[in-house]
């Protein structure tokens, strides 16, 4: 992957790939899939300001598999690989 670091307190993730079969063992279509709300964090910022101006380091780091919301962060692609950009407050916790 190309050098990219996110700034602040901002992450990259990349989503986990989502079940091809339901736990019954119907197989789901690729049109009927919802992409996952799971992902493997790649890179983080170095943290966001506090009020008097000192750099507050991110809970999560590269590697962590971490839940987030529906909607969140932006897609982006680096070096074609889809990748999602979102701030840490999007994460809903780590997983593991």
Known sequence: MTKFRPL??????????????????IIIPETAKEKPMEGEVISVGAGARNEQGQIVPLDVKAGDRVLFGKWSG?????????????KESDIMGVVG
């Open 8 to 25: 602040h307190d901002r992450v990259v993730v990349r989503r986990l790939k989502s079940e091809e079969k339901t736990a019954g063992g």
């Open 74 to 86: 932006t897609e982006v692609t680096i070096d074609g690989e889809e990748l999602l950009i979102m």
